[in-house]
Structure formats: structure tokens, C-alpha cells
């Protein structure tokens, strides 16, 4: 791809159609927008642009299309595969200013957001009216990011991932056009779907100006419960055996025993230290989330369970829940002189045992320290190997490691990547997932951005 390289002139005009203190070319501006979290290198954009309204990012781009400048879209670079970094350089477009809660209609069970709000803020603002926005990634995550990479987290068993969270969006195409996708109601078979076409684009189709997501009703009454298995394939299989069985959890995530004693260790939470299931309920009868507890522990004996401890007071549970949000920080911080990799995929519920299973048994056979964990409930599997950083050996093993798990995935009928996006890291596996699918994706980033303008060098196997 060739694209024109950003000039001082260019920065002029940009300083005009902005305001000269929201256009910045600084070292550690450039810098902080360089790299995401993941393992992938860092590259620097040209300039880093804050725009403050939808007409400023269609004057923004406008203007890139009209000069082939690459733009990549910036929330809070919380991505784990790349999925912002701006590898062919150009402008990095930061939404951190557009960041306002425009209106909450709890009647709808809707809100308009900016995509630069943070999920946790919107959860903290809607707290009074008792609704909350589901999806739940974790990191300081931007609406605007969550939509692009269509991320998920803890609770999508239940209430999925971005794309049912989002009812209707403004996008500013490539060349400066404002259009809406989607609409308000909860149904509708109006015509093509653009909204799902945008969710989950990673930025490379359009850049997202305003979002209706849709809201949840918090639960009146919860449960949770702690369940150890022998084996992490037993855990896995337990798993599967409760989405069988017609249950359905609010949460359920699998952990294994080195994340155990990780969080054991950090958190002091004495959490029995063997493969577990941490499984959470929502209703509104005290009699039918015992009901549901019951069958679970039932379900957990069969399965072979060495431990089952519900009931487990509010207290317990957010310190659980937050020890499982920071885990791939504290795993991280253990394992100085490392660089972590977070694989990232998804399978039909019946593969899910298997895939565990698979991903433990390819990890195990180099001395690289390695963590299981994930959104069981989904078929959605985490793997964090932490390589030695300047050890070339080692990440070799970590990519045959990747590939393995990867394409042993899509042979079950699974995805490359359940809520991590594809960015740079899982490009190499887009034809093996889609096959001729990919040249229709293709044709459809020609049509709606025929320069190749917006994150250049994602996706697409042959972008860079
Ligand atoms: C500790 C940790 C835990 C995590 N846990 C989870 C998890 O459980 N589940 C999960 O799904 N993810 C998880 N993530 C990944 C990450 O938090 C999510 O992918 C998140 O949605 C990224 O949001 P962001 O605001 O940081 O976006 P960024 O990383 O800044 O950008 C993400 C993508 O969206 C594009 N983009 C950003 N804003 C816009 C816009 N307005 N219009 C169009 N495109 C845009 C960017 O170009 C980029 O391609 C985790 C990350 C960390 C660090």
C-alpha cells in the first residue's frame, strides 16, 4: 500500500480544521499511541488528532482520502492483538474528547454514548436506575473500541458480546460521509444489516461518532459458586455438561490451577488450588437460584468434582471477580524479563473439553510458563504464554504453539479470535477461517474505502 507521507504543511491544515492544541506531533504523544497491549511492536503514527464532534472526524477524513494519509481510530489501547496500532503510520484519530453520556432513556432500556466513554463510567452513571450496559471487557475500555472489536468479557454467556449491545451507530465513512446503521427498535428486517457490518471492523470500514446501546435490567438476586475438578479437561467438561443441561449462567469461567495459585498468592482468596469453575447466577426468586445451584452441583458431582463451595457472600465474590479482571496483569507482573501472548478463541460448546485439553497439551511441552483460563460458558478459550523477550527460540515456540491451538479451533468449527479481534496477530488465519468468504470482505473494504485509508495493515492477510 502506498500511501503519502504526513508534511508540515499537512499538520498546518489539520491545526485549521481542528485547533492547534488537539493536533500534536509530540514525541510522547506519538509514543503513547504507538503500542496497545499486546505483544506486538510498537509503530508510531505521524500525528495524533483529538477531534471533539462527528463533523470534525468527517473534515478529518475528508481530508486524509483526499491526500492518502492512513488514519487508525484510538479509544483507551486496550486491544490484545494490535488492533490499533497504526503500522503504516499517518494519523492516530484519539476519541478521548467525545466522551459524553448524550441522553439515558431507561423506558427503552437505551443510551446514547460518544464512543470515547469509558463502560465503567456509563455502569457508574447508570447505577440509580438500576440498567447496566453488559458487555464487560475488563480493561479501562472505550464503547467505541468495544463495538470495533466486538469484545465480550465475563458476561456474554448471557448477554453476549458487543453486537447484541448495540442497537444503532453514526459512522464517518473513508471519504467524510456521514451515515446511521442500524435503528432503535429491537427488531427490525429492514433491509441489509450495516450495523453488524461495522461491529467488529476494527475501524478498517468506518469510525464510530455515537452509539444506541442497549441497556440490561441489574438482577434483583445472584448466586455464585467455586468449583474445583482433578483435571482442567474435567473442569472442561463440566462445562460443557451445564450449558447442556439448559442452564443459563450469568457467568461461567474456567481458570486453571496456575492462575489459581496466582491469584491465591496475590489476593490471598484460599481458593482450593486445582482447575476451577467459577459459575454466577441471575434471578429474581431466592427458591430458583437454589434450584439452579442444586443442578449444578449435582452436574459437578458427576463430573468429578473435589470441591464445591457456593453460597459465597458479596464480598467474596467481587474480590474473586476482580482478582479474575486482573489476572492477566498479575500474571504478567510475576514473570519479569517476559512478554506475554494472549491467544484468543472460540469453539461450539461440544469442542470445548477437546480444545482445552489440546491447548494444555501443546503448552506443555516447552518450559514456557503458561495460563489457562476463559469465558467457558461461550467455547471462549485464553491462553497467556509469557516468552522469554529477546528469546527467538522461544516465541518460535510460542508461534507453532498458536498455530496449533488456532487452526485446531476452526477444524472444530470454531473462530480464530472470540473477542480480541483479529488486528495483526490472527490475519495469517483468515483464509483458513473464511476461504473465498475473505475476497468478499475484501471487496467490501474496496467499496467502502477504495484507498485502503482506515488501519491499513489489518485484517487482510496481504496488508502488510
Ligand atoms: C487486562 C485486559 C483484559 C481484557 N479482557 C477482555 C475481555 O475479557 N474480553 C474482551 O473482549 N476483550 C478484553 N480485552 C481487550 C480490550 O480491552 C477490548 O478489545 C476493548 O474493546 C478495546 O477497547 P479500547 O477502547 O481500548 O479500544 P482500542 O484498543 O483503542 O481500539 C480497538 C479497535 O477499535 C478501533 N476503534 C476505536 N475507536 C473506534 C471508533 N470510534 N470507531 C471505529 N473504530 C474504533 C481501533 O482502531 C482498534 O482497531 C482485555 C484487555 C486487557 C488489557
Known amino acids: 500500500m502506498k500511501f503519502q507521507s504526513l508534511t508540515k504543511k499537512h499538520i498546518q491544515l489539520l491545526k485549521d480544521i481542528l485547533s492547534p492544541e488537539r493536533v500534536s506531533s509530540g514525541q510522547s504523544n506519538l509514543d503513547l499511541h504507538s503500542i496497545d497491549q499486546s505483544h506486538h511492536p510498537p509503530s508510531r503514527p505521524d500525528a495524533v488528532l483529538w477531534p471533539i464532534n462527528a463533523q470534525e472526524v468527517s473534515d478529518i477524513l475528508a481530508f486524509a482520502s483526499q491526500e492518502n494519509i492512513p488514519v487508525t481510530a484510538w479509544g483507551s489501547g486496550s486491544s490484545l492483538e494490535g488492533n490499533p496500532i497504526p503500522v503504516f503510520k499517518g494519523l492516530v484519530l ?36 438500576g440498567l447496566f450496559f453488559a458487555p464487560d471487557p475488563g480493561a479501562h475500555a472505550t464503547i467505541g473500541g468495544i463495538i470495533a472489536n466486538n469484545a465480550g468479557g465475563i458476561r456474554s454467556v448471557r448477554y453476549g458480546s458487543a ?70 479437561k474435567m473442569a472442561a467438561k463440566a462445562v460443557f455438561d451445564i450449558i447442556r443441561s439448559g442452564l443459563e449462567p450469568a457467568a461461567l469461567e474456567l481458570m486453571d490451577t496456575n492462575c489459581i495459585r496466582l491469584i491465591n498468592r496475590e489476593d490471598s482468596i484460599g481458593i482450593n488450588e486445582s482447575p476451577s469453575l467459577f459459575i454466577e447466577f441471575y434471578g429474581v426468586a431466592k427458591a430458583q437460584l437454589e434450584q439452579e445451584m442444586d443442578m449444578v452441583r449435582e452436574i459437578s458431582r458427576h463430573a468429578g468434582t473435589n470441591g464445591f463451595v457456593s453460597g459465597i457472600g458479596d464480598r467474596d465474590r467481587n474480590a474473586l471477580l476482580k482478582a479474575r479482571y486482573e489476572l492477566g496483569e498479575k500474571i504478567r507482573r510475576s514473570h519479569p524479563g517476559r512478554t506475554h501472548i494472549v491467544l484468543d478463541v472460540a469453539v461450539p460448546i461440544s469442542s470445548f473439553p477437546k480444545t482445552v485439553s489440546f491447548a494444555k497439551q501443546e503448552s506443555s511441552v516447552t518450559d514456557i510458563p503458561f495460563y489457562i ?9 485464553h491462553l497467556v504464554l509469557m516468552g522469554k523477550t529477546d528469546d527467538p527460540t522461544e516465541w518460535a515456540a510460542i508461534d507453532r504453539i498458536n498455530e496449533s491451538i488456532v487452526e485446531m479451533a476452526i477444524r472444530q468449527g470454531g473462530t480464530a479470535t472470540g473477542e480480541h479481534g483479529v488486528g495483526i496477530g490472527k ?38
Open 163 to 232: 453486537r447484541q449491545n448495540v442497537l444503532q451507530i453514526k459512522v464517518v465513512l473513508a471519504n467524510g460521509e456521514q451515515i446511521t446503521a442500524g435503528s432503535r427498535s429491537l427488531k427490525t428486517s429492514s433491509g441489509y444489516d450495516l450495523l453488524d457490518l461495522f461491529v467488529g471492523s476494527e475501524g478498517t470500514l468506518g469510525l464510530i461518532t455515537e452509539a444506541t446501546v442497549r441497556l440490561r435490567g441489574l438482577p434483583e438476586r445472584s448466586v455464585a459458586a467455586i468449583v474445583s475438578f482433578p483435571s482442567v
Open 427 to 464: 490475519k495469517k488465519f483468515m483464509f483458513t477461517e473464511h476461504g473465498t468468504g475473505l475476497k468478499w470482505m475484501h471487496n467490501i473494504k474496496k467499496l467502502l474505502d477504495p484507498q485502503g485509508i482506515l488501519n491499513p495493515g489489518k485484517i487482510f492477510p496481504l496488508s502488510k
Open 373 to 381: 483460563f476463559g469465558h467457558a460458558g461461550s467455547g471462549n478459550l
Open 94 to 129: 484519539d476519541f478521548t474528547y467525545m466522551n459524553r453520556i448524550l441522553q439515558i432513556r431507561e423506558k427503552d432500556f437505551q443510551a446514547d454514548v460518544e464512543p470515547g466513554v469509558i463502560y465503567q463510567r456509563l455502569n457508574t452513571r447508570l447505577k440509580h436506575t
